[in-house]
C-alpha cells in the first residue's frame, strides 16, 4: 500500500528536472529495485527502475505492470508483445479488440491481424506469412518452429499497432522484432585516411623509406614528358635547362623581396 502512494504522488512534477521530485522518485526505484516482485534483470539495478517509473508515469501505467512487461535485449528496452496488444486494445483508437485470421498451415501459413479504428469505422489490417518470416529471419527463433501461430499473431498484432497506434508503443519496439535485427556495424570513418594514415602507419613500424601511393594520372603524365624529352636536341634541353633555372632565381628574387619588405 505504501509504495502505490508513493509512485502515484511521483506524478505531481517533472521526474527529471526538479529536485523533490527527482529525489522522492529515486526512493521509489530503490524501493522496487530491492523488492523481489520485479523481474530479475532489474532487480538492484536503482537507475534502470528509475527510468522504468519514468517511462510508467508517460504512459500513466501501474509503475510494476510496466517493469513485468519492459525486457532488456542486447542493451536494447523492447516490450512483451502481449502488453501491447492489451494497450492498443483499451486505448480507444481501435473500436473493440484486435482480432487475427489464420489462413494455410506450414509453410503456407498466413496471419492477419485485423482491427476497426474507432474515429472512421475503417477496418485496418497487417498480415504476416512463412515467407516472410523466413526472409527476415525471425524463424532463428526456434518458437517459430513449435509454435508458429502464436508468434505471427505477436507479429502481425505488432505491426498493427505501430502502423495505426504507434503511441501505444512510445516508440519502442518487441522484443520479437529486437531479437531479430540486423548487427549493428560501426561504420564510422577514421580520422585519418589516405596518404596521411599510411605515412603515420609506416613511421610507427619505423619503415626508413615511405612511398606514398601512385597517382596514375600523375604517372602517366610524368612518363609522356620523359618520352618527349627524349625526342629533344642537346641545345634544346640546354635552353629549357637554363628557362627552368631563370625563373627559380626570379621565383627566389621575389620571394626575398617580400621577406625584406616585411623586415
Excluded at 2 to 30: C, H, N, P, W
Aim: aromatic share 6%; hydrophobic share 40%.
Amino acid at each position: 500500500m505504501e509504495v502505490s502512494t508513493e509512485v502515484k504522488s511521483i506524478g505531481s512534477g517533472d521526474m527529471l528536472l526538479q529536485k523533490d521530485t527527482f529525489e522522492q522518485a529515486y526512493r521509489a526505484a530503490k524501493l522496487f529495485a530491492s523488492s523481489k516482485l520485479v523481474p530479475q534483470h532489474l532487480q538492484g539495478k536503482e537507475a534502470d527502475c528509475f527510468i522504468a517509473l519514468h517511462i510508467a508515469r508517460r504512459m500513466q501505467e501501474d509503475p510494476l505492470m510496466v517493469m513485468q512487461n519492459l525486457y532488456i535485449v542486447s542493451g536494447k528496452p523492447g516490450w512483451a508483445a502481449q502488453y501491447m496488444i492489451a494497450r492498443a486494445n483499451r486505448s480507444g483508437i481501435f473500436k473493440g479488440r484486435i482480432t487475427w485470421d489464420n489462413k494455410g498451415s506450414g509453410e503456407t501459413l498466413e496471419v492477419t491481424a485485423k482491427a476497426t479504428l474507432a474515429e472512421t469505422g475503417e477496418v485496418v489490417s497487417a498480415s504476416v506469412n512463412m515467407k516472410m518470416a523466413k526472409a527476415e529471419g525471425w524463424t532463428k527463433n526456434a518458437k517459430y518452429q513449435s509454435m508458429p501461430e502464436h508468434m505471427f499473431k505477436y507479429r502481425s498484432a505488432t505491426m498493427l499497432i505501430r502502423l495505426y497506434a504507434p503511441e501505444v508503443m512510445l516508440g519502442y519496439q518487441t522484443i520479437e522484432e529486437i531479437e531479430t535485427l540486423p548487427e549493428m556495424k560501426d561504420v564510422t570513418p577514421p580520422k585519418e585516411g589516405g596518404i596521411i594514415a599510411n605515412i603515420n602507419a609506416a613511421i610507427e613500424q619505423g619503415k626508413e623509406e615511405i612511398v606514398p601511393p601512385a597517382n596514375p594520372a600523375l604517372v602517366e603524365s610524368l612518363e609522356k614528358l620523359e618520352a618527349k624529352k627524349k625526342e629533344l636536341t642537346e641545345e634544346e634541353m640546354d635552353a629549357i635547362d637554363m628557362a627552368e633555372a631563370s625563373a627559380q632565381q626570379e621565383d627566389d628574387n621575389r620571394f626575398n623581396f617580400v621577406k625584406g619588405a616585411k623586415a
